[in-house]
């Protein structure tokens, strides 16, 4: 079954006449062709990508099973819409991507009531088909060879900034598309803050360094975490690495296919409570990455929708001593029936640089 075909089914589940679409991912998603402006347009007769004269050309060339339409200054983007949802009762659009003030809007200017209908196109999204899961692994794969060669780099004295410069460059003459998201490379006691931006501080001899990062392949998104020692480790450091890690493996020895985002974080929450470090892991244990790097399934306490085969769902626990040092490790598992296949290949046992 195609994409639009896929979609097409969910309308008629939930009895809409036609879905529209401008979120860039959710475009991207139903017409595999990536556009700033313009929308996609599905009803039980046929598909549309509207757009304008600056993707025109490439868009007839490149986006599959969708009629693609230009709409210019003259005829503008509601008036080519309007047109092709002329008899469309009911029409779905994005409740979570489009913002109210366009929401309302566009329902005026299209002449329609719009119903909130996206999570149709994220429940699609959310199962990874096999060409998809091919980019997220070419994503990873260049992360990988990045980490492989920055590791070493690493040394005392280069800042926690130069760190996710060089891991930027690197991944983008491997091919990769720009980062995932800002790269998290920090050093020291900062390694205690999950979400600390790099600065000027830098990495000293006994340090924790915490790299998570992640690129792009055809808009799909890696994301990995590694945590090294510089140097040597102390008892404790060692202690804390051996605890995430044993953690990780028992969050994604639970992850499969029917269970909850929540039993798999509450398996590895398990093991860091079990430790001692309870208090010192406040976040969920994964979250799903695809043409987003946050997606739907989460694997946290808030997840409580079983987990669909397809779904590429992070493992990353952590432990923060606040004033110390923290320690995450972050793969990705593609959730199978009856286990997952670790789309990460980097090692994971306790480097020390
Ligand atoms: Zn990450
Ligand atoms: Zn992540």
Known sequence: ??????????????????????????????????????????????????????????????????????????????????????????VGAEEKSLAYSLWKQREEKLGAAFTPAEQLVLDLRAVKEPEEITYLVKAQRIAEQALEEILKYIRPGVRERDIAAELTYRMMLLGGEGNSFDPITITGPNTSKPHGVPGDAVVKDGDFVTMDFGTLWKGYHSDMTRTVAVGHATEEMRRVYDTVLQAQLAGIAAARAGVTGQSVHNAAAAVIEEAGYGAYFGHGFGHSVGLEIHEDPHASVKGTAPLPAGAVVTAEPGIYLPGKFGVRIEDMMLIREGGIENLTAAPKELVIL
């Open 1 to 90: 079954m195609t994409r639009i075909e896929k979609i097409q089914k969910k309308l008629k589940e939930k009895q809409l006449d036609a879905l529209v679409l401008f979120s860039d991912v959710n475009v991207y998603y139903a017409a595999r062709f990536p556009i700033t402006d313009g929308a996609a347009v599905i009803t039980s007769a046929g598909a549309w990508l509207v757009t304008d004269s600056r993707y025109i050309e490439a868009a007839r060339a490149e986006a599959v099973d969708v009629d693609v339409v230009l709409y210019d200054a003259e005829h503008g983007l509601e008036e080519k819409l309007r047109e092709l949802l002329s008899g469309a009762q009911t």
